[in-house]
Each structure stands twice: as C-alpha cells, then as structure tokens.
C-alpha cells in the first residue's frame, strides 16, 4: 500500500493547479478585454492580464522557495469558468448586455481563484512556509482588488444600462441616461475598430 500523502503534497498539487488556472486565463483575458463594449471594462481586463503575467512569475517564486519544480496540473475548474464564458461571448447579446454578462463570467474566475488562494495562504502559513505565504497573499489581494473592481463597474453603470436596455419602458428617468451610455459605448467600438 502507497503511503498516503501529506498536507504538503495537496499543497503543491494546489499550487500547480493555480499555476495552470493563471495560464489559462492569460490566454482568455485578451478575448474578454476584445469582446468588452466599454471602455473602462476593457481597460480593467487589460490590467488585470498584466497582473495575471506577473501572478504565474510569483507562482514560479513560490515552487522555487519551496524547491520544488515549477509545473502546472490542468485546473479543470476554471477551465470550466472559461468554457462558460466562450458559451456566452458567442451568444447575440446587447453591448452593454455582454458587458454585464462578461462582469458576471470573470467574477466567477476571480471567486474561484479567492477561494485557492485562500486555502494556499493559510496551508503556507500553517507549515510555516512563510516567503511563500507571502507570495501567495500579494496575489490573493490582487484577485481581491480585480473582484472590486469588476462590481464597482458593474455597479457604477453596466449593469444598469443593460437593466434600461432590456425593459426601457422602466425607471423612464434612467432610460434617456441609459441610451446616451449606449451609444457612447457604440461609438467608442466603432473608433476602436476603425483604428485595428
């Protein structure tokens, strides 16, 4: 019988299954940032790649503190998140819709990811591997922030576009505001578009 393994060895199996979700995601946050209306949106998952880069180079700090080699195990959940996201990218949604709807796909990734970091923070620190708790919090805060900042745009004003896009007739004093976003959204994508 194989010995069974230690908190130790979930822990690097976790630790590769981040590594692995990061790379993932840095392949599909240039297809959200592209898919995004607004601009403001556009800009948070353009950010949000560069600190997603600099997240997979932690990672790799961390497997060398630890003097393990650095891998990654495939993360089938958020590989799960991303299929979910393609599915809606390819649905015939309103700008400001898709918008709101690419909020709610990458929140599902940045609570996914909270959750792993979480649990890698509090095992580092439990088996006293500090420089990699360290290492991991910096990104927890940054998944933390990345979750902020996707409700405060969905709050400061996409969610409610697309809530004044699907029932206009609603909140008439919010329509007229509703529509002037819009099309400010439209023309923002049209210059975008005309200089690629």
């Known amino acids: 019988m194989a010995d069974a393994g230690t908190l130790h060895d979930a822990f690097i199996d ?4 981040a590594y692995d979700a990061e790379k993932q995601l840095t392949k599909a946050l240039p297809k959200m940032a592209k898919a995004a209306s607004s601009p403001q949106l556009r800009a948070a998952f353009q950010a949000h790649l560069e600190e997603t880069r600099a ?3 932690r ?3 961390v497997f060398e ?7 990654g195990k495939h993360c089938d959940g958020i590989a799960g ?4 996201g393609k599915s809606v990218m390819e649905e015939d949604f309103d700008d400001v819709t898709m918008d709101a709807c690419l909020i709610a796909g990458a929140q599902r990734a940045e609570h996914y990811e909270m959750a792993a970091y979480g649990t890698l923070v509090a095992w580092a620190r439990a088996m006293g591997h500090e420089e ?4 991991l919090q910096e990104t927890l805060d940054e998944e ?3 979750d902020e900042k996707l409700t405060s745009l969905a709050e400061g004003g996409i969610n409610q576009d697309a809530a004044g896009a699907a029932h206009p007739e609603d909140g008439d004093d919010e329509a007229p505001a ?10 923002s994508k049209r210059a975008n578009a005309s200089r690629r």
């Open 65 to 71: 503190s630890l003097d393990e080699k650095v891998s």
């Open 81 to 84: 998140i991303i299929e979910e």
């Open 59 to 61: 990672l790799e700090e």
């Open 132 to 135: 990699a708790a360290v290492l």
């Open 178 to 187: 509703a529509a002037a976003r819009q099309k400010a959204v439209k023309s």
């Open 14 to 17: 976790e630790l590769r299954d």
């Open 144 to 146: 933390k922030a990345a």
């Open 55 to 57: 997240q997979v180079e």
